[in-house]
C-alpha cells in the first residue's frame, strides 16, 4: 500500500463523520445581532458590535496575550425562537484550528442546544472541514414547524468575524424566552474557565451552569493570563448589574508571592464600585503532576491555605458577601480521568465542575 492511499479519511467510510454542508437551496441568511435575536456572552456588544469580550479599547492597559485572547467568544450565545425545518450557520473565523489536544468542534465549532430554559438538550454541532476558516453547515433538519427554543454557543478558542443564521425562506424568528432578570454571572479566570479542552462550546462548565440557571453568563477566562492584574478588576467593574463574581485564577499565578499580592487588591478594586455583590473565590484541583512533582503539590496547599485565611480575614472585617469555595474535589471521584492532560478537563470533568459550582452559585448569587 502506497503512502497516499494509507491517509484513511473516516469520513468516506462513515456518512456521520462527513461535514454536514450547506447544499444548494434557498436559505435566508440572517445577522442574529439584529432583533428578535438576542446575543448575550459579550459585555460591550450593544457599544462595539462586535463579538469579543473585552473592549476593544479599554480604559485601563491590558496585556498583549488577554487582548488577543479577548477575541475568543468563550461563553457567547445566540438565543432565539423559530419554526425553520432546516437550521444552518454561515461562520467565518478569526484563525483555522490548530490545537493539539481540542477538537476543532471546541476551539472553532457553533453548537446547538433546543428547549426551554431549564429544559435544554443537545442537538446537535457544526461539522466542517477544520482546515478551513469559513464554513457553512446544517445543524439540524426537521419535518415539523413547531416553534423550538434555540441556544447557540459561540466557539471557546476561536474569534468569529461574522456568523448568519440560515432558515427557511417561509419560516420566522420570535425572540428567545427572558431570563429571570437582567443580572448577570461573571467569571474570571483561565483556560480551564475559557473552555480548554470541551470537545465542543456547550460543554465549557460556564455554559452548562447557564443551562441549570437562566440568567446571563460572563466568561472571562484567559487561557495562560488570566493573572489577577489590578486593570482587569477595573474593567470588570464595568460590567453593570452582576449578580455574583467567580474568581478562579489561581492556576495562572507563577507563584504563591504573586498570588498573595493580586487576589486581595482585586477584591478591594471590586468592592470600591460594588460593595454587597457576592464575590466567590475558587481554588485549584489537583494536577496529575502531583503524583510525581512534590513541589506542585506544596504550592497548590500553600494558596489554599492563603485564601481560606484571606476569606475568613475579610468576612471577619465585615464583608458579608465574600466566600470560597474548596477546588479539590471539584472534579469528584476519579478525578484523575477526567482531564485531557493532568490539566485541562474533559467534558466529563467539564460536567463534574459545573455539578459542585452550580449550587454553590445559586445559594450566594443575588
Known amino acids: 500500500m502506497n503512502k497516499a492511499s494509507s491517509q484513511v479519511k473516516v469520513g468516506n467510510l462513515d456518512r456521520n463523520m462527513q461535514p454536514h454542508i450547506v447544499e444548494a437551496c434557498e436559505i435566508n441568511w440572517i445577522d442574529p445581532r439584529k432583533p428578535p435575536f438576542r446575543i448575550n456572552g459579550f459585555a460591550w456588544l450593544n457599544e462595539e458590535k462586535v463579538y469579543r469580550r473585552l473592549p476593544k479599547h479599554p480604559l485601563y492597559e491590558i496585556t498583549e496575550p488577554v ?49 426551554e430554559p431549564g429544559e435544554q438538550v443537545f442537538c446537535s454541532v457544526s461539522k466542517y472541514e477544520h482546515t478551513e476558516d469559513h464554513y457553512e453547515v446544517v445543524l439540524f ?35 428567545p424566552p427572558d431570563y429571570m432578570d437582567e443580572k448577570k454571572l461573571i467569571f474570571y ?4 474557565l475559557q473552555g480548554g479542552c470541551a470537545s465542543r462550546p456547550g460543554m465549557a462548565y460556564t455554559n452548562i451552569m447557564s443551562r441549570r440557571i437562566n440568567r446571563e453568563f460572563i466568561n472571562l477566562g484567559f487561557s495562560g493570563n488570566g ?57 485549584k484541583f489537583p494536577y496529575a503532576q502531583e503524583k ?16 481560606k485565611q484571606l476569606i475568613q480575614k475579610l468576612q471577619q472585617e465585615g464583608d458579608k458577601h465574600i466566600y470560597f469555595c ?41
Open 227 to 283: 493573572k489577577g492584574e489590578v486593570n482587569m478588576a477595573h474593567i470588570i467593574s464595568e460590567i453593570e448589574n452582576p449578580a455574583c463574581l467567580v474568581l478562579d485564577y489561581e492556576p495562572n499565578c507563577v507563584s504563591t508571592e504573586l498570588y498573595r499580592e493580586t487576589l486581595p487588591r482585586f477584591i478591594q478594586v471590586y468592592r470600591e464600585k460594588y460593595p454587597d455583590t457576592p464575590i466567590l473565590v475558587v481554588s
Open 189 to 192: 479566570g483561565t483556560s480551564i
Open 326 to 366: 474548596e477546588g479539590t474535589n471539584i472534579l469528584g471521584d476519579l478525578w484523575q480521568e477526567k482531564t485531557v492532560d493532568g490539566i485541562h478537563p474533559t467534558d466529563l470533568g467539564f460536567l463534574s465542575i459545573a455539578d459542585n459550582l452550580t449550587p454553590v452559585v445559586e445559594k450566594i448569587m443575588i
Open 67 to 115: 487582548d488577543f485572547l479577548a477575541d475568543s467568544t468563550a461563553g457567547g450565545q445566540i438565543r432565539f425562537r423559530t419554526n425553520t425545518r432546516k437550521l444552518a450557520i454561515k461562520v467565518k473565523l478569526k484563525g483555522k484550528a490548530n490545537m493539539f489536544h481540542m477538537p476543532a468542534t471546541g476551539q472553532c465549532g457553533f453548537d446547538c442546544y433546543i428547549g
Open 141 to 175: 433538519e426537521r419535518e415539523e414547524q413547531s416553534l423550538l427554543s434555540i441556544t447557540l454557543h459561540f466557539p471557546l478558542y476561536q474569534g468569529v468575524n461574522e456568523v448568519l443564521v440560515g432558515i427557511d425562506t417561509d419560516a420566522n424568528i420570535a425572540a
Open 292 to 307: 510525581i512533582n512534590r513541589q506542585l503539590l506544596q504550592e497548590r496547599l500553600e494558596r489554599l491555605d492563603f485564601q
